[in-house]
């Protein structure tokens, strides 16, 4: 903590970010908490309209078992039936998928707590706000408060929420700072502007509510503000898994120029042979790079499943490629499990060795595989360029980023299960 002295004395003060942290970093990190907080809440608010759906349909009632009652209560195997048959989920393994998600945010549990995986089966699991063990921690708090005041606001017959304009634009259902503290005021919200202004700046920073050009904090002032989240959009589930804003292959400028991006290769200092890379620049020919083979789905070196470690060179042995996309468009989940669709599904077991699997995928809903190393033990297990990948070890990964998928790799054995669906020639 540093202290900063005022008068003679010393106080705490704020600790400052050093000379090392730049401006645009701070604003990355304070954008990814932005994002983060606003995926919280958009899993809170589908989790709490799926709850509802399911005490509507009578799929959350008191069940009895082994001589004991467990009130409020499903069957996960009738769920997964439930969300196949209206659409919220691809098949059983994407529905599953989706609850491990609510559990693991803390949506839905098992009833006796012993089990932190959400399984396919005629076990009991409850939601956490059917029995009073739902986290209301600050931010919990804030976004029911944001929830509540929105629902006011627009059930409100002279609502200050409307069509207005700032430096010649216009905007929906926006509102000055100054009539929302005076909303405030007369509703008994709060006691005092002071109150207001703090309220507001604090459903600001957990994502609730923004200026109109995401340019100012809130102030009681003239300034246009607006509700970043719309409480009463339905929801579908499988929104809940896209957890990145990211463009549709799942990448940006700044990840292209990350050496942890799938667009480098890296030579390791272990293995001086050049093996060819097999590539694919264009639909036109597959093109040669030179380099080692990838030690990762994401050219990460170390691992701690019993890989022996790579050590990474300067920046100036590193060779890039793969610059653009092997897919001629994007593919969704729907067009690959439509039926008749020219897809194929198969399972490969890919054994790693002591560099890794010698794969490469990006993009995201779903990933595909950009490269693969042709003497690498992918090769071996028939991976392919183009194939899209729907499952690792049994994990349903067809809505999460190619980070994501590589983490789960990274982190798990070195025998790797992937099932994958491959287009039909």
Same mark, same amino acid.
């Given at each position: 903590?540093?202290?900063?002295?005022?008068?003679?004395?010393?106080?705490?003060?704020?600790?400052?970010?050093?000379?090392? $942290?730049?401006?645009?970093?701070?604003?990355?990190?304070?954008? /990814?908490?932005?994002?983060?907080?606003?995926?919280?809440?958009?899993?809170?608010?589908?989790?709490?309209?799926?709850?509802?759906?399911?005490?509507?349909?009578?799929?959350?009632?008191?069940?009895?078992?082994?001589?004991?009652?467990?009130?409020?209560?499903?069957?996960?195997?009738?769920?997964?039936?439930? %969300?196949?048959?209206?659409?919220?989920?691809?098949?059983?393994? $994407?529905?599953?998928?989706?609850?491990?998600?609510?559990?693991?945010?803390?949506?839905?549990?098992?009833?006796?707590?012993?089990?932190?995986?959400?399984?396919?089966? !005629?076990?009991?699991?409850?939601?956490?706000?059917?029995?009073?063990?739902?986290?209301?921690?600050?931010?919990?708090?804030?976004?029911?408060?944001?929830?509540?005041?929105?629902?006011?606001?627009?059930?409100?017959?002279?609502?200050?929420?409307? %069509? /207005?304009?700032?430096?010649?634009?216009?905007? !929906? /259902?926006?509102? &000055?700072?100054?009539?929302?503290?005076?909303?405030?005021?007369?509703?008994?919200?709060?006691?005092?502007?002071?109150? #207001?202004?703090?309220?507001?700046?604090?459903?600001?920073?957990? #994502?609730?509510?923004?200026?109109? $050009?995401?340019?100012?904090?809130?102030?009681?002032?003239?300034?246009?503000?607006?509700?970043?989240?719309?409480?009463?959009?339905?929801?579908?589930?499988?929104?809940?898994?896209?957890?990145?804003?990211?463009?549709?292959?799942? $990448?940006?400028?700044?990840?292209?120029?990350?050496?942890?991006?799938?667009?480098?290769?890296?030579?390791?200092?272990?293995?001086?042979?050049?093996?060819?890379?097999?590539?694919?620049?264009?639909?036109?020919?597959?093109?040669?790079?030179? #380099?080692?083979?990838?030690?990762?789905?994401?050219?990460?070196?170390?691992?701690?499943?019993?890989?022996?470690?790579?050590?990474?060179? &300067?920046?100036?042995?590193?060779?890039?490629?793969?610059?653009?996309?092997?897919?001629?468009?994007?593919?969704?989940?729907?067009?690959?499990?439509?039926?008749?669709?020219?897809?194929?599904?198969?399972?490969?077991?890919?054994? #790693?060795?002591?560099?890794?699997?010698?794969?490469?995928?990006?993009?995201?809903?779903?990933?595909?595989?950009?490269?693969?190393? &042709?003497?690498?033990?992918?090769?071996?297990?028939?991976?392919?360029?183009?194939?899209?990948?729907?499952?690792?070890?049994?994990?349903?990964?067809?809505?999460?980023?190619?980070?994501?998928?590589?983490?789960?790799?990274?982190?798990?054995?070195?025998?790797?299960? %992937?099932?994958?669906?491959?287009?039909?020639?």
């Amino acid at each position: 903590m540093k202290y900063i002295k005022v008068c003679g004395k010393t106080r705490p003060g704020k600790k400052f970010p050093g000379p090392g $942290t730049t401006s645009m970093e701070r604003t990355s990190s304070v954008r /990814r908490k932005a994002i983060a907080r606003q995926h919280k809440t958009e899993v809170m608010i589908a989790g709490e309209q799926l709850r509802l759906r399911l005490h509507d349909g009578k799929l959350i009632k008191d069940r009895r078992y082994h001589l004991r009652t467990y009130p409020n209560c499903f069957v996960a195997q009738e769920l997964i039936d439930w %969300l196949v048959s209206h659409k919220e989920a691809l098949d059983r393994a $994407t529905a599953v998928c989706l609850m491990q998600h609510l559990m693991d945010h803390d949506i839905v549990h098992h009833v006796c707590d012993k089990r932190p995986d959400f399984k396919d089966a !005629k076990l009991l699991y409850r939601f956490r706000k059917d029995d009073g063990t739902f986290p209301f921690n600050t931010e919990v708090k804030i976004f029911m408060r944001g929830q509540r005041l929105y629902e006011n606001l627009i059930a409100d017959k002279n609502s200050i929420l409307q %069509l /207005r304009e700032e430096h010649g634009v216009s905007y !929906k /259902r926006s509102f &000055p700072g100054y009539q929302l503290i005076d909303w405030l005021l007369q509703n008994g919200e709060v006691e005092s502007r002071r109150q #207001g202004v703090d309220l507001c700046r604090a459903l600001q920073e957990h #994502g609730i509510i923004q200026h109109v $050009t995401k340019k100012h904090d809130f102030f009681d002032s003239g300034l246009l503000y607006q509700f970043c989240i719309n409480f009463r959009r339905r929801r579908r589930l499988s929104e809940l898994l896209n957890e990145r804003e990211q463009d549709i292959d799942g $990448t940006s400028t700044q990840e292209e120029n990350n050496l942890d991006s799938p667009f480098f290769l890296r030579k390791d200092s272990i293995q001086e042979h050049n093996s060819p890379f097999d590539s694919v620049g264009s639909s036109k020919d597959i093109k040669q790079i030179t #380099g080692s083979r990838r030690s990762s789905l994401n050219v990460v070196h170390l691992h701690s499943g019993g890989f022996q470690t790579l050590v990474q060179l &300067p920046s100036n042995s590193i060779v890039r490629s793969n610059p653009k996309l092997v897919l001629k468009r994007h593919v969704t989940c729907e067009e690959l499990f439509a039926p008749g669709a020219p897809f194929i599904k198969k399972v490969l077991t890919v054994i #790693g060795d002591a560099l890794g699997w010698g794969i490469v995928v990006r993009g995201r809903a779903p990933c595909y595989v950009q490269a693969v190393d &042709p003497g690498s033990p992918a090769a071996v297990a028939g991976v392919k360029i183009r194939q899209f990948v729907c499952q690792v070890n049994g994990r349903c990964v067809l809505y999460l980023d190619y980070k994501t998928v590589t983490r789960l790799v990274m982190t798990g054995p070195r025998v790797v299960v %992937l099932e994958v669906m491959e287009q039909l020639e």
